[in-house]
């Protein structure tokens, strides 16, 4: 595990985007780049959040303005969620 400021603690995923999940012995760790940190107690609240931002990132980013763009960004934003979970829930082989 990584120590950092006295706290262990052990990468999780890494996402395109710089952002990461980590966790320690009592919570879930999200940080958003450049220096945003997250703790959260349950990984559906992280996740959660993760959606949310995820959402204001892609309707920041879109150059219209208008709730079919935002329902995009949504519907978007969702199905990379979903990805993420699959991957963090998802037993491997030989783990």
């Given at each position: 595990?990584?120590?950092?400021?006295?706290?262990?603690?052990?990468?999780?995923?890494?996402?395109?985007?710089?952002?990461?999940?980590?966790?320690?012995?009592?919570?879930?760790i999200?940080?958003?780049?450049?220096?945003?940190?997250?703790?959260?107690?349950?990984?559906?609240?992280?996740?959660?959040?993760?959606?949310?931002?995820?959402?204001?990132?892609?309707?920041?980013?879109?150059?219209?303005?208008?709730?079919?763009?935002?329902?995009?960004?949504?519907?978007?934003?969702?199905?990379?969620?979903?990805?993420?979970?699959k991957?963090?829930?998802?037993?491997?082989?030989?783990?």
């Open positions: 595990m990584e120590t950092l400021q006295g706290e262990a603690r052990q990468d999780i995923l890494k996402l395109d985007d710089g952002i990461q999940i980590k966790v320690n012995l009592l919570n879930w999200l940080l958003i780049p450049p220096r945003h940190y997250s703790y959260f107690p349950t990984l559906e609240d992280l996740l959660v959040d993760l959606l949310d931002y995820k959402i204001k990132l892609s309707a920041i980013n879109n150059p219209k303005k208008d709730f079919s763009s935002l329902k995009d960004s949504i519907e978007k934003s969702k199905i990379e969620i979903r990805q993420i979970m991957s963090l829930t998802t037993v491997k082989d030989g783990v």
